[in-house]
């Protein structure tokens, strides 16, 4: 792991501080001493953060399941601009923390992640939405890891959200390091690392992702699909370091992927001992973009076909 301590932000009464609206809170032993020894916490209570006391009446959303308002359950009382307006500070305040990830308090109106309840017009409950901070930290920070307090009690899958949130924390540091840009490289690697990592999100286990730095040759993100058997990629998404500054290299295993226009290249033997197909991106102009994320979704979609082919 790298030693740097991973920086989570936090539910803040899921430390056991008293933030609740009845004064009370929700400390998760878990994660303060099992998980908290690995990160470094920053903890947020958005309701208290805006402005409101402690002591207050409890919240809900109400109206569109997608855009809901959060008002008071008895007054009706409509909060959402308040709460809006503070997160757009706070969360310039948490990017320049460099935050690789949050654990959200579940069911809330403000930090469920899902599931959350949304009361339409008559007063009858969706149990569909997202809290209104939790959906607007995804907005701002789609690449950091989310996770809601509940995955992350499961044993197994502690090692497992641990990986992640190195991994998110080094490609982390790679963006921030990397200033100079004048093809826009970046921004299409950051691209590319976004599908892939919803690629990931929807697989739910299907597809695993890793980030291999060789500082000054290679930078590499690799997609991996987790069913017994299978290859040991199926995409490499490569940053290359070189004299003439950096380019992308999109590879896949050359059986695994179409290419209708021809704007790759077969590399016999060039995908870890196999035969790959590359693109190569110098100057990436937004079409080659999409082109090459259809690749991915394309070659994903075979990855996942597999899995369910093996039983996964
Ligand atoms: S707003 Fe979030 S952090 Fe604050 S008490 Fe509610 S669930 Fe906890």
Redo the contacts with the bound molecule.
């Keep these: 792991m790298n030693s740097t301590p991973l920086k989570l932000g936090i539910?803040?009464?899921?430390l056991g501080d008293k933030?609740?609206?009845d004064g009370g809170?929700?400390l998760d032993p878990y994660l303060v001493r099992t998980f908290g020894p690995y990160v470094t916490y920053v903890?947020?209570?958005?309701?208290?953060e805006c402005g409101m006391p402690v002591q207050r009446e409890p919240l809900r959303l109400v109206g569109d399941v997608a855009a809901p308002r959060l008002v008071g359950l008895e007054s009706d009382l409509d909060h959402t601009a308040t709460m809006q307006v503070w997160a757009k500070r706070r969360l310039d305040e948490l990017e320049a923390e460099g935050l690789c990830g949050f654990i959200?308090?579940s069911k809330?109106p403000?930090?469920?992640l899902e599931r959350v309840k949304v009361y339409d017009a008559h007063g009858v409950p969706r149990p569909v939405g997202v809290?209104i901070?939790a959906r607007l930290f995804m907005q701002r920070f789609p690449l950091l890891a989310f996770q809601d307090k509940a995955r992350l009690h499961d044993a197994a899958l502690l090692e497992d959200a641990l990986k992640r949130l190195s991994m998110h924390k080094e490609l982390q540091d790679f963006y921030d390091a990397w200033t100079h840009d004048p093809h826009k490289t970046r921004s299409a690697f950051t691209t590319l690392t976004t599908e892939l990592v919803e690629l990931s999100v929807e697989a739910k286990g299907g597809i695993e992702l890793s980030f291999v730095p060789r500082p000054g040759a290679t930078y590499s993100l690799r997609g991996r699909h987790t069913a017994p058997g299978a290859r040991p990629v199926f995409v490499l998404v490569d940053v290359v370091d070189d004299a003439s500054g950096r380019w992308l290299s999109v590879c896949f295993y050359a059986d695994a992927v179409s290419d209708p226009e021809e704007l790759g290249n077969l590399v016999p033997k060039g995908l870890l001992g196999d035969d790959g197909y590359c693109f190569d991106l110098e100057n990436p102009s937004p079409g080659t973009l999409d082109y090459l994320l259809e690749r991915m979704r394309e070659v994903a979609q075979g990855a996942h076909a597999f899995l369910i082919a093996a039983g996964e």
Excluded: M, T
């Design positions: 539910s803040r009464c899921l933030v609740r609206y809170h929700k903890p947020v209570c958005p309701e208290v959200f308090k809330s403000s930090c469920g809290g901070w």
